[in-house]
């Protein structure tokens, strides 16, 4: 992933923005309990079985964090 000197500087072109601006529509952010809160939205909505996620903090473990964050939300 970018580094966040690195994206706070990129110039995105008209696409790229709207990429972005699509992807966060769909993005949980907050601590772990909003962000579980936001997964059990999506499963009664969807009525799924299983998620699969993805946390793209910088670094490595930021990420590794994120994701023991959320396992020990449940």
């Given at each position: 992933?970018?580094s966040?000197k ?25 601590t ?21 996620l993805?946390t ?10 994120s ?8």
């Amino acid at each position: 992933f970018p580094s966040p000197k690195t994206v706070a500087t990129e110039n995105f072109g008209p696409m790229e923005q709207m990429a972005i601006s699509m992807r966060r529509q769909f993005a949980l952010v907050g601590t772990a309990d909003q962000v579980l809160s936001g997964l059990q939205d999506l499963v009664r909505t969807y009525r799924v079985d299983e998620l699969t996620l993805v946390t793209i903090p910088f670094e490595p473990e930021a990420r590794v964090a994120s994701y023991r964050l959320l396992s020990a939300s449940r």
